[in-house]
């Protein structure tokens, strides 16, 4: 289908290590937006996008959080000097507007040992 | 940003109707109510939106009381695929998640 997409699906990583999350929105949204589930709680926003701008990064939990998004379309988040505490799921989701409905993808599970 | 709230969990028999009810007494006037559900390992699934007036679609239906400072979700009849975890949420594009409320469907 055509919604939105995230790689990758898992990810097992060493801890002090860089991952870079990548997220396809769905074609025509112009609003994108990061968010994180730690296990066993709520998703946790961090970052939204419109067009390939960040109005919004409250949410980054630290300097070692960045995204980014070219061409109005796929963004990144990069995640740098891993710890355990960001083990979680992270979700992406787009609008064709903000104040649109998101569609969420599937997230990307990231392990760190 | 406060979160709203839920009951953590839910029972409903197959076939029946069910109706989850969601507290937001902080809510501003141009602050949306979305409901969303999720499956585990999957993301979040749209279901309904609103801000002052009740909304229908296919999936559900969606009552906000006059003050706005509470809503309803109303599956109107529940089927096993129906089990999820839903999430009451209110605001424009900064989604404040809560824990949700878990929904059991019995057959």
């Known amino acids: 289908g055509a919604g939105v997409s995230q790689s990758p699906s898992n990810k097992v990583t060493e801890k002090g290590k860089d991952v870079e999350l990548r997220c396809d929105p769905i074609?025509?949204?112009?609003?994108l937006y990061w968010y994180r589930q730690s296990l066993g709680q709520g998703l946790e926003f961090l970052i939204y996008?419109?067009?390939?701008?960040?109005?919004?990064k409250s949410g980054l939990p630290s300097d070692r959080f960045s995204a980014e998004r070219t061409g109005g379309s796929v963004s990144t988040l990069t995640i740098q000097r891993t710890q355990q505490e960001d083990s979680a799921v992270y979700l992406c989701?787009?609008?064709?507007?903000?104040?649109?409905?998101?569609?969420f993808g599937d997230g990307t599970r990231l392990s760190i040992l | 940003d406060a979160k709203t709230t839920q009951p953590n969990s839910m029972e409903s028999n197959e076939e029946e109707p069910v109706h989850l009810p969601c507290n937001h007494s902080?809510?501003?006037?141009?602050?949306?109510i979305h409901w969303y559900r999720q499956l585990p390992s999957q993301g979040p699934e749209y279901v309904i939106h609103?801000?002052?007036s009740n909304v229908n679609n296919r999936m559900a239906s969606l009552a906000i009381a006059e003050d706005r400072k509470s809503s309803t979700l109303i599956l109107h009849r529940a089927t096993l695929r129906d089990a999820a975890v839903y999430y009451c949420?209110?605001?424009?594009?900064?989604?404040?998640f809560g824990t949700g409320t878990r929904l059991k469907v019995l057959a």
């Open positions: 989701a787009s609008s064709r507007i903000i104040d649109q409905p998101q569609h």
């Open positions: 074609s025509g949204h112009t609003a």
């Open positions: 996008f419109q067009g390939n701008s960040a109005p919004d």
């Open positions: 902080t809510i501003s006037g141009t602050d949306y």
């Open positions: 609103g801000l002052t």
């Open positions: 949420i209110r605001g424009t594009y900064k989604y404040i």
